[in-house]
């Protein structure tokens, strides 16, 4: 079944059916998050070929390095979140592969990139085939592991106390 053909069945199918069918649906996928936005990006390739598109894929999405201030964030979703609960001493466990790269870009790379991903794209668009697929990562270049990020946020709020 394409994702265009399961995107149809989500219009009529029942929320209990799908429920029951989304361990099916998944496929190779790790979660409902992922497998949309495969539904979303073939659904753009089907129906904006004559668009200057790109796909930009950025990894985790984090607190910014410099822009607009060093550590900026506009809300707490993601992993400034969990940070912010461990630091009030709130969050003290969670489950997870400690030994898995935590894959965190900051927010202000992901702007300058897709700044420039727009104005790429809207160049090379007339000389490629299929649209463009940008992924802005990190654990490539500086991989910590969710252990090693866990000890330095321990180190760091130990030393500073809880927030308030």
């Given at each position: 079944?394409?994702?265009?053909?399961?995107?149809?069945?989500?219009?009529?199918?029942?929320?209990?059916?799908?429920?029951?069918?989304?361990?099916?649906?998944?496929?190779?996928?790790?979660?409902?998050?992922?497998?949309?936005?495969?539904?979303?990006?073939?659904?753009?390739?089907?129906?904006?070929?004559?668009?200057?598109?790109?796909?930009?894929?950025?990894?985790?999405?984090g607190a910014s390095w410099q822009e607009p201030a060093?550590g900026w964030i506009d809300n707490y979703n993601g992993?400034?979140?969990?940070?912010?609960?461990?630091?009030?001493?709130?969050?003290?466990?969670?489950?997870?592969?400690?030994?898995?790269?935590?894959?965190?870009?900051?927010?202000?790379?992901?702007?300058?990139?897709?700044?420039?991903?727009?104005?790429?794209?809207?160049?090379?668009?007339?000389?490629?085939?299929?649209?463009?697929?940008?992924?802005?990562?990190?654990?490539?270049?500086?991989?910590?592991?969710?252990?090693?990020?866990?000890?330095?946020?321990?180190e760091f709020f130990q030393s500073k106390g809880t927030?308030?």
């Amino acid at each position: 079944m394409t994702l265009l053909k399961l995107l149809e069945l989500c219009e009529w199918m029942d929320e209990d059916v799908m429920d029951s069918m989304t361990a099916t649906l998944l496929r190779d996928r790790p979660n409902t998050y992922c497998l949309t936005k495969a539904i979303s990006e073939a659904y753009l390739f089907q129906y904006a070929q004559d668009l200057p598109l790109g796909i930009f894929r950025p990894s985790i999405i984090g607190a910014s390095w410099q822009e607009p201030a060093p550590g900026w964030i506009d809300n707490y979703n993601g992993p400034s979140g969990l940070f912010i609960a461990v630091g009030k001493g709130v969050l003290r466990i969670l489950e997870g592969d400690v030994h898995k790269v935590a894959d965190i870009i900051p927010i202000d790379y992901c702007v300058n990139m897709l700044i420039c991903i727009t104005w790429y794209t809207s160049i090379i668009t007339k000389q490629v085939q299929q649209p463009l697929i940008y992924h802005c990562t990190s654990g490539s270049k500086k991989p910590y592991t969710w252990f090693q990020l866990g000890t330095l946020l321990l180190e760091f709020f130990q030393s500073k106390g809880t927030l308030q």
